[in-house]
């Protein structure tokens, strides 16, 4: 079994930053792309940005320029580092992450969700 486990989410006012992380633990061989999704109330699901192994990212429109995704292979943890928030941005985020276990199978695997508030 493979947790996902959030930090960072919290109250901040618009223009502020924010910096959160994903940890993930468990029967882990690998962790191929990661992602951060979010969920403002009200709306779908939305994809954010991924960072493949190597270190290639993607972003939404609505975030180009003012996120940034990273990782660190080693601690099996992901990051998003958010700027210049907007109100809009208020959502639930999530973390998602592809994982190769011991036996070689894959699965995908959620985190359970950290709230950001941006108050304008």
């Known amino acids: 079994q493979v947790q996902l486990v959030e930090s960072g989410g919290g109250l901040v006012q618009a223009g502020g930053s924010l910096r959160l992380s994903c940890a993930a633990s468990g029967s882990i061989f690998r962790i191929d792309a990661m992602a951060w999704y979010r969920q403002a109330p009200g709306n779908q699901r939305e994809l954010v940005a991924t960072?493949?192994?190597?270190?290639?990212?993607n972003y939404a429109d609505s975030v180009k320029g003012r996120f940034t995704i990273s990782r660190d292979n080693a601690k099996n943890t992901v990051y998003l580092q958010m700027n210049s928030l907007k109100a809009e941005d208020t959502a639930v985020y999530y973390c998602?992450?592809?994982?190769?276990?011991?036996?070689?199978?894959?699965?995908?695997?959620w985190g359970q969700g950290t709230q950001v508030t941006v108050s304008s």
């Open positions: 998602n992450a592809d994982v190769v276990n011991f036996v070689g199978r894959g699965y995908d695997y």
């Open positions: 960072i493949t192994r190597g270190g290639n990212t």
